[in-house]
C-alpha cells in the first residue's frame, strides 16, 4: 500500500459528504451485526468508502457526481470484484432518505439478520432515525 494512497484516505475520512457520516454511523464500531467495517479503506489503486475485510465486502456511497463518472464506476467495480471483493452502490439519495433500509440491505447481503447493537441514534439534518432491532428490521 503507498504512502499517497494512505494519504488519500485520510484525507477522504475528514470531509466525508452527509451519506457517508449517516452509514458510518450506523457501521461504525461494530454496530451492524456485529462485523467490523473500515472507512476509506485503501484496497490498491482505490480508497473504499467502507470495508469489511472479514467478507470481502465493499459498500460504495454514490454522490450526484456518479452520473458522470459511470464508466469509472464501472471498471472500478470489475477490478474489485476479479479481485475477490464484493461491491454494494447505494445512492447519496437512498441513504438520507432511509438509511434503515441501507443497513437492512447491507445485513441482507452479508446473509445475516439485521442486527443493530447498542442503540443507534442517527441525525440526517433535521431528522433523527433511532435504530433498534424493532419487527421492521427483522
Known amino acids: ?3 499517497e494512497l494512505i494519504r488519500k484516505a485520510r484525507e477522504l475520512r475528514n470531509r466525508q ?3 457517508e457520516s449517516l452509514v458510518w454511523s450506523v457501521l461504525r464500531a461494530n454496530r451492524l451485526c456485529n462485523k467490523k467495517f473500515r472507512r476509506q479503506h485503501p484496497v490498491h489503486p482505490f480508497v473504499a468508502d467502507f470495508a469489511c475485510c ?5 459498500v460504495e456511497i454514490d454522490g450526484g457526481y456518479h452520473d458522470y463518472t459511470y464508466e469509472d464506476d464501472t471498471h472500478r467495480q470489475q477490478y474489485l470484484e476479479a479481485q475477490g471483493w464484493r461491491v454494494l452502490r447505494f445512492s447519496n439519495e437512498e441513504v438520507i432518505d432511509d438509511v434503515e433500509a441501507v ?3 447491507i445485513a441482507k447481503s452479508m446473509g445475516l439478520k439485521p442486527t443493530y447493537g447498542p442503540h443507534i441514534e442517527v441525525r440526517s439534518g433535521m ?3 433511532r435504530l433498534t432491532n ?3 428490521s427483522r
Not at 54 to 58: N, T, Y
Open 1 to 3: 500500500m503507498t504512502t
Open 103 to 105: 443497513a437492512i440491505a
Open 17 to 19: 459528504t452527509r451519506a
Open 54 to 58: 472479514e467478507l470481502a465486502l465493499i
Open 134 to 136: 424493532s419487527p421492521k
Open 127 to 129: 431528522r433523527s432515525h
